[in-house]
Every structure is written in structure tokens, then in C-alpha cells.
């Protein structure tokens, strides 16, 4: 197969949207998320797919609908695929996106009256996060905000998480948590933490109110300080010698409960 400089200079742009250097781009890979990625709408930028999987039927339909949503695309080999491929196990096929729009301002235009909302702060394994957001789709939550320090929803391993989650939700990225907080509270928001030592289940909660779940870091949960900032701290009771559950299981905990008040 002949490759041209045009494949070439995509090819680059892939690794480099890939590795985070593009930040107006995602790296999209593998046939079920680029599927999510096209039913959910967003701008197709390029998209790169190999010539053996091209020859397979259902993928050969799929890489001529992104096709002809992309603004560029490529046909390259197998092995050229591979060497941009995020996974150990290539599937033949990448879409470079851009990047949907994050900012405060379109989150708060898409929340409803009575928002359910994850706050996640200092997360910073993109596996745990994009766990959370799948999970949170799928428990009706309305929106979630990282903070700045919190590992990118859009990066490839969260991307993979979650599924074509991240595609759907409303997504606030990179707020301060201060001012995340402040913000919920001008909103009539009420904050609740996780938080192992609190006197109040996470049964307790009257999760019918707006409410905004805020889940800390994997190894050490929020500081006292930043639980100060809540309204609220409520715990998932555990027996036996278990001192904490995983992040994404804790949210996944909270959030179906608030579901099932809801």
C-alpha cells in the first residue's frame, strides 16, 4: 500500500492528539467508541482505519459513515496502525475529534432544574474516572465537573472507561474547588462528601434535593479541609476489616442510591 505525505502528516497528528499534545482534539480508538462517538454527534476531525479491517462487512459500514462525517481520512496498513494505536491490541481503526466544549457556562445552560452531579477532585487514575462517568450515566446522573488537577475525562484509558459516556454528559473540566462549591451553593446544590468517618449513612441523604457528589483522591479521599467545604458527609457502612472501597465502586454506591430515591 502506498503511503502519501498527506498520510503521513495525519498520522503524526494522531500521535500527538494521542499523547495530549493537541488540546482541541481526543484520540477516539476501536469500533464500538468511534460507533459512540458518531451516534453522539460529535465534529469528526479525521479518521484512520487499516485495510484488513476495512475488508470486514460491518466495519467496512461503519468507516464509510465516519467517513463521511470526517473532514480527513487515511487507509493505512495494519502495522502503521499499530504504531498509533493506545492499546496493546490494536483495533484497526481511530478517529481523531474535537475536543467537546467543557467551560462552566454551556454545563450550567445543560442542567435541569433538579440536577444530580459528580464532583470529581485530585482523581488521578483516567481508568477510575472514566469509570465513574459510565457509571453515572447509567444511574441518571445529570453532569459531572473535575478539577484541575484530576486526570483528563478525555484521554484515551477514560475515554475507554467510560464507554461513550463522556461523548453524552455534560462535562465541566478543570474548575477550582472552590469555586466549584460556591458555585453549587449559588445553584441551591447541596455538597455531599464521601467520607468513611461520617456520622451519616449515605442512605440518610435526601438525595431528591439538587445534590452534587464530590469523591477525592484515590489514596488518601479529601482532606479535612476540603470536607469542610461540604454541606454534608455521609459514609457507606462496610464490615470486617475493610478500611475503604475502590473510588469508582464508592460512586457507583452513592449515585444508585440517589437514583433510587429519584
Keep these: 500500500m502506498k503511503i502519501t505525505s498527506r498520510d503521513n502528516s495525519l498520522l503524526r497528528h494522531a500521535r500527538a492528539v494521542r499523547d495530549g499534545k493537541i488540546d482541541e482534539s ?15 454527534g460529535l465534529r469528526l476531525e479525521a479518521v484512520i482505519s487499516s485495510d484488513h479491517l476495512s475488508k470486514k462487512d460491518r466495519a467496512a459500514k461503519l468507516i464509510d459513515k465516519l467517513e ?24 484497526g481503526i481511530v478517529v481523531i475529534a474535537a475536543r467537546p466544549t ?3 457556562d454551556e454545563f450550567t445552560e445543560r442542567q435541569p432544574s433538579k440536577p444530580l452531579l459528580v464532583v470529581l ?10 469509570a465513574i462517568l459510565r457509571t453515572a450515566e447509567a444511574a441518571g446522573a445529570t453532569g459531572v465537573i473535575t478539577t484541575a488537577n484530576t486526570a483528563d475525562p478525555f484521554s484515551p484509558k477514560a475515554l ?11 462535562i465541566w473540566s478543570n474548575g477550582k474547588y472552590p469555586t ?15 467520607d468513611a468517618e461520617a456520622s451519616h449513612s449515605y442512605t ?11 469523591v477525592g483522591p484515590e489514596s488518601t479521599g479529601l482532606s479535612a479541609e476540603e470536607m469542610k467545604l461540604a454541606d454534608i458527609a455521609a459514609r457507606i457502612p462496610m464490615k470486617g476489616s475493610t478500611e475503604s472501597l475502590n473510588v469508582a465502586v464508592a460512586a457507583g454506591i452513592f449515585l444508585y442510591e440517589a437514583n433510587r430515591q429519584r
Design 26 to 40: 481526543i484520540f477516539i480508538e476501536g469500533l464500538r467508541l468511534c460507533e459512540e462517538a458518531l451516534r453522539s
Design 68 to 91: 463521511s462525517q470526517s473532514e480527513k481520512s487515511a487507509l493505512v496498513s495494519e502495522k502503521l496502525l499499530e504504531s498509533i494505536s493506545y492499546t496493546r491490541t490494536p483495533q
Design 102 to 104: 467543557t467551560g462552566e
Design 121 to 130: 477532585h485530585g482523581l488521578n487514575n483516567p481508568v477510575n474516572v472514566g
Design 160 to 170: 475507554r472507561g467510560a464507554m461513550g459516556s463522556a461523548f453524552r454528559l455534560p
Design 180 to 194: 466549584v462549591l460556591e458555585w453549587c451553593r449559588k445553584q441551591s446544590i447541596q455538597t455531599i462528601c464521601a
Design 204 to 214: 440518610a441523604i435526601d438525595w431528591q434535593r439538587p445534590s452534587a457528589l464530590i
